[in-house]
């Protein structure tokens, strides 16, 4: 399942996202969940990490919530760092549960065409097999060799 997306279509999701929920935050700071939890965090928007492992715990400065049905303010995109085969229950809990709710973001290599259907129907946009992180990089001109800044210095050789 390939679908493709506008450049404008994603700098208008990433330029009107204020909150972002990620489910299947690391508390590892190497895991790809934990540095896009921090960038993101970094470039200002307000981050709340999603797992239930970790409840309780707090990252960049917010505490870990177990699930979305505990987060009671407004989130504009819930951020999906977990397997294809577990976002069905993740879309069906965003839904019902979090008040404001504009975008179900997949990351790379997540995919569920019945999910983002279902998101769809119910006037949510849906992202899949992206990064927020590497499409803000991209858009926003912060692009650095290879691609991928995660922040890590490196020295001229």
């Known amino acids: 399942m390939s679908e493709s997306y ?3 279509d994603l700098r208008a999701i990433l330029e009107r996202t204020r909150t972002i929920a990620v489910v299947g935050v690391s508390m590892n700071p190497v895991r790809p969940s934990a540095y896009v939890t921090r960038y993101l965090a970094l470039k200002g928007y307000r981050v709340i990490p999603v797992n239930p492992g970790h409840a309780g715990a707090t990252v960049q400065g917010e505490t870990v919530r177990a699930s979305l049905s505990e987060i009671t303010e407004p989130v504009d995109m819930v951020d999906i760092f ?11 809990e965003a839904l019902e549960h979090v008040p404001g709710l504009r975008t179900i973001w997949m990351q790379i290599g997540v995919e569920h065409a019945g999910a983002a259907a279902e998101a769809r129907a119910r006037g949510v946009e849906v ?6 992180k590497i499409e803000y990089q991209r858009l926003f001109g912060e692009l650095r060799m290879g691609g991928f800044n995660t922040g890590v210095i490196s020295s001229k050789l």
């Open 82 to 92: 977990r397997r294809s085969e577990a976002v069905p229950p993740i879309v069906d």
């Open 127 to 132: 992202v899949m097999n992206r990064c927020p």
């Open 6 to 8: 506008t450049d404008a």
